[in-house]
């Protein structure tokens, strides 16, 4: 890992992940969170203040960069939730079967490079009932947005950590065996291409 990767990027995601019109998604999903949660993706910890602590009985996050983990611990450090931090891949989760309640995952499965991987795994530790909930962005309802999309996807991606801007993610989560039963789709602020967002909940 080069010196951009560790000591850039980390604060350009934790930035731009940050800014209020994407965590004005995130309030939308959060709250939805019960029980025993894994939070895919934990990064700088931008959504612990978004739980609701009367709700959830435990958070673990789960991040394979030790230096988005430290800026969670430091976001957790002042609030009044349970969580604990794992390192490790949405692909490979260090859990047993049947284990969480929750699963959330916000603006993560944009660079997870084996996402299909990633969505099983997630449903495998998810105890029946339990719900997947979602907030992303990715592939355009508009033909000419999806052209831009497509075209940009690589070079957009050297620079975000690997992010892919032209995933179907509905498509990609029902692949995986969930049925949704909540979804929005819309655009917010900003450029396209990288603009279209998802929210949602399934099962």
Known sequence: M?????????KLLHFAC???VVNDQRE???PFAVGQVLEVG??????????RSDQVEKILGLDPSEEMRVLARRAAASLDLNVAFMSGTAEAIPLPDDCVDTVLVTYTMCTIPRIEDALNEMRRVLKPGGELIFCEHGLSQEDHIRRWQHRMDGLWGCFTGGCHINRDIPALIE?????INALDQYYIPGWKPACYNFSGRAV
Do not use: E, M, R, T
């Open 42 to 51: 934990i990064g700088s910890g931008l959504n612990l203040p978004l739980y």
């Open 2 to 10: 080069g010196f951009y990767d560790s000591h850039i990027l980390p």
């Open 18 to 20: 940050g800014l209020g």
């Open 175 to 179: 692949n995986a065996g969930f049925q």
């Open 28 to 30: 939308k999903v959060v």
